[in-house]
């Protein structure tokens, strides 16, 4: 049997090594146009600001590794130009001499990834305007800033790559500045977790221009859409990326609703013995069952598993994706899995959203506080998303939740969960038990949430609303909710029998706590409708300053 692999990064190598390892005796061949061959694209800004010393280590693999470890042929410089499928057939050119070739497959493995998008700009292509791609591009800014000492940098984009550019840029002394088209970074987060990333940049001395567009690049300066000149002595494209399609269409192989290569469960495509995997194809939400993009490496070599497994036999199928992602800007972790709740309402759920602002650890040993979004379907329970940012413990506790979700866990099982405990790690109700029972009771209409979105909205209608501050009077002066009366939770019981029984009730403290004790003493004395702020206070006057 003779398998022919495109491509030789995450995918592509994970479906060789994986093919091999369930069969010896089979015929492995890999063809790839680029120099270098599984090579980590997510540590590139990390070499570049210097914290990964030598470029190398990003590619720790060479063919002859992959030829003496798993018997697999990789060509490098070795572009397949078509794919005729009905003789199971493809071209290959040398690059380096120009000369084609035939050579034919029983399966043929699609793993030609994804490209840098370019934007339209005037100026695009002079040599200080870099994309961050591959090994090469790498190379060449690392060689450009070598020679020119850059000291302004310019960042067109605030995704994952462009965040962790600027994060690195800026520890190596550069000025930089960030031009996003939309109205915040981080799109794939909601609105009210992302401002958190846009004040970490802005303490940390990066200038973001949102809701803008650069429309020109000059030698030293670029130009925005509102007439802004941004003094730039080197430019990067963080635009987004899109899948490398041309070869699959060509062939007539089918592309899904998300413009990447379809694929079923075992990473068939609809030609047969053609399969596609990594940033070329298509995933499916785990939730929503819909089609979803996110080219991750983790997905990707995930994805070259099952084909190389399928193709020799195997039964390992594809269940999805959460879509989770995690980074690091400056001093903070930013985590992300499943649904945000923008998502959730365009997918029709009816959610109850849970702001959780606790320490990852005990404070008395320096726990840093965490700020949890978590999502919930009311009608079933079920957990659909999560956002985290914070200084510690991010991670941790963004893998809880995502392991949760593949699971389908509800908001109740979450507290359920028998989590380690100590207080160098964290705390004794920790966040994520907390996210769950705090949420249940809020489904179950035992202590109803608020967000502060939905606060606003109804001051916004002009709804009679009673609302009570339970903090100190010294904190209640400081800030504190417009409209709302400072009642100390010390003093509630006795002033609570002259309130209004009959009027829709908000609870609030710093972070909610608080406010959720003095909610039940409220719902015990006959309040009839009562809700905690979630969040606090501490959460409410961030939402209003984004």
Known sequence: ???????????????????????????????????DISYSICGIPYFLGGEVENLSSLTPRSAAWFKD?????????????????????????????????????????????????????????????????TIQDTSAIDQYMKQENPQKATIIGAGYIGLEIAEQLTHKGLEVTMIQRGSQVMPNLDQDMAFRVEEELRRHGVQLFLNEEATSIEDQSVTTKSGQSIQSDIVILATGVRPNTKLAEKAGIKLGSTGAVAVNSKMQTNSPDIYAVGDVAESISFITGEPLYRPLGSTANKMGRIAGDVITGGDLEHRGILGTGILRVFNLAVGQTGLTEKEAKEHGYNTDILYNIKPSKAEYLGGKELVIKAVADRHTGRILGVQIVGEEGVDKRIDIFATAITFKAKAEDLFHLDLAYAPPFSTTKDPVLYTGMALHNSIQNKNRLITPGELIERMENGEALQIIDTRVEKQFKVSHVPGAINIPLSQLREIAKNLNHDLPTITYCNSGVTGNAAQNMLINMGVKEVYN??????????????
């Open 69 to 133: 470890r798993y018997n697999v042929d990789i060509f490098t410089r070795h572009e397949v130009t078509q794919i005729n499928t009905d003789q199971k057939e493809v071209v290959v050119k040398d690059l380096e001499t120009g000369k084609t070739k035939m050579d034919t497959y029983d399966a043929l493995v699609l793993a030609t990834g994804a490209s840098p998008v370019t934007p339209n700009i005037p100026g695009v292509y002079k040599e200080h305007v870099f994309q961050v791609r």
């Open 1 to 35: 049997m003779k398998m022919i692999i495109i491509g030789s990064v995450a995918a592509g190598t994970s479906a060789a090594a994986k093919a091999r390892r369930n069969d010896e005796n089979i015929d492995i061949t890999v063809y790839n146009a680029d120099y």
């Open 533 to 546: 702020l979630s969040g606090g206070n501490k959460n409410f006057q961030s939402y209003i300053k984004h």
